[in-house]
């Protein structure tokens, strides 16, 4: 999802990368709801943590 949103933030308005960035977070709280024992692989954890370049 990070690798997706600086992608968008390439082609898109700030506002709208803050949009899409919104929409995935309730996406996730979602997923989270209906899958509680899901956990996202370690490397994706470690990527949404880490600095862009």
Not at 12 to 39: E, M, R, Y
Not at 43 to 53: E, F, G, K, R
Request: glycine fraction near 4%.
């Amino acid at each position: 999802m990070i690798a997706y949103l600086e992608g968008k933030r390439a082609t898109c308005q700030p506002k709208t990368v803050s949009a899409i960035a919104t929409c995935l977070k309730h996406f996730g709280v979602f997923l989270a709801d209906i899958d509680p024992n899901w956990a996202p692989p370690p490397s994706w954890i470690a990527a949404s943590t880490s600095s862009p370049t």
